[in-house]
């Protein structure tokens, strides 16, 4: 049976990153312009964020740009991706 899931758009993408980010970092103020390392994220909970992404899109996050980016540029990215597929 074909997948018949709609790709997200950008902002649903960065709406959903915000919210795991905040509820896996216990940081309920975060920003679209904040880094996930500097908010205290690490590669282990990069899995769990990106074990949510994979459940609600069928993509994870680019580790480069979430450890780089902000999580808008990563969450962007990640929409992109699912877009194209």
């Known amino acids: 049976m074909p997948d018949a899931r709609i790709a997200p758009d950008a902002a649903t ?3 959903r990153t915000l919210e795991w980010v905040a509820e896996i970092l216990e940081e309920p103020e975060v920003t679209e312009e904040e880094n996930f ?3 205290g994220g ?4 990069a899995l769990v964020l ?3 992404a994979k459940d609600a899109f069928g993509a ?3 580790l480069k740009t979430l450890f780089e980016g902000t999580l808008a540029s990563a969450a962007d990215e990640l929409a992109s991706r699912v877009a194209r597929s």
Do not use: A, C, I, K
């Open 37 to 39: 390392l500097d908010l």
């Open 13 to 15: 993408v960065r709406r």
């Open 50 to 52: 990106g074990e949510r």
């Open 60 to 62: 994870d996050y680019d």
């Open 42 to 45: 690490h590669s282990m909970l």
